[in-house]
């Protein structure tokens, strides 16, 4: 009943930007957290970031200053900012409502 749609990622060279959308629909009763993370071949899926309901935000030490995390409660979105965009930040990345349900991924690639 609950559905997660990432999407805003591409291409970019190292030391550009990209902003991802992770847009919520369905039954979603309350707002606890959203929680962004991300995956690449053959590796475990790592967490990146999180925002609560109190607007609260927690980032992964490889991430700290470079990424944001947001959020339009109005349209049920969270926003994830990503500058200085490094190669090793290249995967697909996923965002996670209240701990229960998962998009299904958007692809970011950074590379010359």
């Known amino acids: 009943q609950v559905q997660l749609v990432e999407s805003g990622g591409g291409l970019v060279q190292p030391g550009g930007s990209l902003r991802l959308s992770c847009a919520a629909s369905?039954?979603?009763?309350?707002?606890?957290?959203m929680g962004w993370y991300r995956q690449t071949p053959g590796n475990e899926r790592e967490w990146v970031a999180t925002?609560?309901?109190?607007?609260?935000?927690f980032y992964a030490d490889s991430v700290k200053g470079r990424f944001t995390v947001s959020r339009d409660n109005a349209k049920n979105t969270v926003y994830l900012q990503m500058d200085s965009l490094k190669p090793e930040d290249t995967a697909v990345y996923y965002c996670?409502?209240?701990?229960?349900?998962w998009g299904k991924g958007t692809l970011v690639t950074v590379s010359s």
């Open positions: 925002i609560n309901s109190r607007d609260t935000t």
């Open positions: 369905g039954r979603i009763f309350s707002f606890r957290s």
């Open positions: 996670r409502l209240n701990g229960d349900y």
